[in-house]
């Protein structure tokens, strides 16, 4: 297959990009262990991994920072520039949205998560953290996509992308579960509302990684 001649001169920021969600699946991963100290309530690491969690994003924004400044005027991309910040501060989002939970949580921390619902959340954080790992993995193909411009390539974008849609779509199932049996159960005003809050927190972790991919598709179609 012949590739673009003009592409032979590109910078291609993708590799940014690439260190840029690697930091998200790390976060995700610390997420994942202070949720499961929270809701279990058997461990004493959950500030622990929290800090990780802050740490994690300022290396991001690091990252995030170092995209934006690397790309002077006059740069042939494979992308719009304007198109790639916007997906880049998407992207972004998603680590915003899982230190937006993990705040939340400490802002009231006790009595903690009741025992009816503990099964709901661990239902919850895996049924997010799934379009977070494909959302990272379709930066991946993205960056081959957009080197050598194949459209068997694309296509495997596009498939991840369809992919992202119905995982978010199977997130919005489990949060919306959680907010009806809270409102069901025999629980004190505040916790009602900090358990929605947190719910529809976490719950947009999978929301930016959706719309990440709808702008990672946007990307492809010029």
């Known amino acids: 297959m012949r590739i673009p001649f003009i592409s032979m001169f590109m910078t291609s920021p993708f590799e940014g990009l690439l ?8 976060c995700v991963w610390a997420f994942q262990q202070a949720m499961e100290c929270h809701i279990t309530d058997q ?16 290396e991001a924004d690091a990252i995030k920072r170092r995209i934006r400044g690397h790309l002077p005027k006059g740069t042939l991309l494979p992308v719009d520039k304007f198109e790639l910040f916007r997906y880049l501060h998407e992207q972004d989002k998603v680590l915003d949205a899982v ?4 705040d939340w949580i400490s802002f009231r921390s006790e009595p903690g998560i009741p025992d009816a619902l503990h099964k709901d959340f661990f239902l919850l954080v895996d049924a997010v953290l799934d379009p977070v ?3 990272c993995r379709m930066v991946g193909e993205a960056r081959k996509y957009f080197t050598s411009f194949s459209e068997k390539q694309r296509r495997v974008v596009k498939d991840i992308i369809h992919t992202l849609r119905q995982q978010e779509h199977e997130a919005d199932k489990v949060e919306d579960a959680i907010k009806a049996k809270v409102l069901n159960l025999q629980i004190d005003p505040v916790t009602v509302f900090h358990m929605i809050r947190l719910a529809e927190t976490i719950g947009s972790i999978a929301d930016h990684s959706e719309n990440a991919g709808d702008m990672m598709r946007a990307m492809l179609a010029r």
């Open 133 to 135: 790992e494909e959302m």
């Open 43 to 58: 461990c004493e690491s959950f500030e622990e991994f929290r800090k990780d969690v802050d740490n994690l994003e300022s």
């Open 19 to 26: 260190d840029h969600a690697d930091k998200i699946k790390e």
């Open 99 to 102: 230190e937006e939970a993990l």
